[in-house]
């Protein structure tokens, strides 16, 4: 058995609201899931095309109170465990999430859909970070379409949103993870840095406008930038992999990853949610 993978976010709202946006079934349906039920102590679900195997609610719930929850999900014939801490830090929240039943291997063979649930709870948790600040959601993952695309929109000109997205300093800084990129057609983008190792290829790029990355069997991450007063419109698409075996897990941290992208161009002094 694994460790169960970790992950902790610095939201901003003080506990009880942050509870309530993880408990209450119409707050869930905005960030997280498709439908959600919940009956606290006794009943605590969700599903839809936004959630893993989403064709019915496949979780039971274990424990809840005022800080804490933890729900056994049943994902790939294997009974995996979440469990969701918070911690009050001044007006902020730490929440930590502690998720049974990940292997990294998953990720890479794609054999198991419990390959996602790293990058799939990072965009959760983006997108409640969204939600409590009342700023725009991330695209959610759809389990059932092969159609990888969404759209967000940067309050920043597309020159300095494009630098950003091409430049290793910045791009490291906002994605949270060492980033090496050599921004011109041929050049490498290495996520670890270039002592990484392997690197994807620059396949196409306009500076100030559209830069495109083969990352081999996932496919090719294209971003296009648009600016219109002043504001910039980011579409994002995912091309070119099997669509019988979509790389979800990928696609989800790409797009976990622009939610700090937004955060960074729109909040003074910014600093990430992530810990």
Known sequence: MTEPMTLRARLAAPVEVVHRALTDPAELRVWLAEHAEVELPERYAFWGRYTPEGDAPHQRLLHADERSLRFAWLLDGAETTTEIALEPEGKTTVLTLRQSHFDFADVISGSSIRGVLQTY???????????????????????????????????????????????????????????????????????????????????????????????????????????????????????????????????????????????????????????
């Open 121 to 275: 709870w990072s965009l959760a948790i983006a997108n409640l970070a969204a939600h409590l600040e009342g700023r725009q959601l991330l695209p959610r993952t759809d389990f059932t379409s092969a159609d990888l695309r969404g759209e967000l929109l940067i309050a920043a000109p597309a020159d300095r949103v494009f630098e950003s997205l091409t430049d290793s300093e910045q791009a490291s800084a906002w994605f949270g993870y060492p980033i090496g990129i050599e921004p011109w057609v041929g050049g490498r983008y290495a996520m670890g840095g270039f002592e990484a190792g392997h690197a994807a290829k620059v396949v196409d790029l306009e500076p100030g406008r559209r830069i495109s990355v083969d990352w081999g069997p996932v496919g090719v991450t294209t971003w296009e930038l648009a600016e219109s007063q002043g504001k910039t419109r980011l579409t994002f698409v995912q091309s070119g992999f099997d669509e019988q075996n979509p790389p979800y897990a990928a696609w989800a941290g790409t797009v976990a990853g622009l939610g700090e992208l937004v955060r960074y161009h729109e909040i003074p002094d910014w600093q990430p949610i992530w810990l």
